[in-house]
C-alpha cells in the first residue's frame, strides 16, 4: 500500500510540477498534427488527380483536418513559446492563462468533429471506401482508402493528446491558483 500511495504522489508531482510535461505533450500534439496534416493534403490531391469514370468528391473531414491541423501548428508554437518565456502563472493574471487553456478545448471541439467525419467518411457508402456492389457506380480505390484509414488513426491520436493536454493544463492552473 505505502508503495502503491508513492507511486501515486511521485506520478502526480511528476505532472503537476515537471515543466517539460506540457511542452512534450505539444510538442507530440505537433508531430500528430503535421502527420494528419499530411496525409489529409495526399488524400485530397489524390482525390482530385482522380480519372476514374466519375470523379470523387472531395470529402469534409480532409477539407477540415486540412484547416484544423494548420491553425493548430500555428497555436501550439505560440502556446509553447507563451509557456516558456511568458511570466509564471503566480506573476501573470490567472485568467489570461484560463483563456488560453480554453483555446485548447475549442481544438479538442474541432479535433473530435474532425474524427467524427473522418469515420464517416470511411464508412460512406457512396464514397470510394466501401466494396463495390452492383447499383454502385463510385470504384473502390485502395491507396486512397488507406490514406483515410490513416488520417483517422491519427486525428484520434491527436483528439486523445489534446484532451491529456488540457487535462494537465487545468490541474496545473487549480494547483498553482489554490
Not at 18 to 32: A, K
Not at 33 to 51: D, G, I, W
Not at 146 to 155: D, V, Y
Amino acid at each position: 500500500k505505502q508503495r502503491r500511495k508513492r507511486w501515486k504522489i511521485n506520478l502526480r508531482v511528476m505532472l503537476l510540477d515537471n515543466p517539460y510535461v506540457p511542452m512534450t505533450l505539444r510538442s507530440g500534439i505537433f508531430v500528430l498534427s503535421v502527420l494528419a496534416l499530411a496525409l489529409a493534403v495526399s488524400v485530397f490531391r489524390q482525390s482530385s488527380e482522380y480519372n476514374g469514370p466519375e470523379p470523387i468528391t472531395q470529402q469534409p473531414s480532409t477539407i477540415m483536418a486540412i484547416c484544423v491541423q494548420s491553425i493548430a501548428m500555428v497555436y501550439l508554437v505560440y502556446i509553447t513559446y507563451d509557456e516558456y518565456s511568458g511570466k509564471p502563472l503566480g506573476l501573470r493574471n490567472a485568467k489570461d492563462k484560463v483563456k488560453l487553456i480554453m483555446l485548447d478545448l475549442l481544438f479538442i471541439i474541432f479535433s473530435s468533429a474532425n474524427l467524427s467525419l473522418s469515420f464517416n467518411t470511411l464508412f460512406d457508402k457512396q464514397w470510394l471506401c466501401q466494396p463495390p456492389s452492383e447499383t454502385d457506380t463510385t470504384p473502390y480505390n485502395g491507396p486512397i482508402c488507406s490514406r483515410q484509414r490513416g488520417l483517422a488513426s491519427f486525428l484520434f491520436l491527436v483528439l486523445l493528446m489534446w484532451v491529456m493536454t488540457f487535462t494537465i493544463s487545468i490541474f496545473r492552473v487549480v494547483e498553482r491558483v489554490s
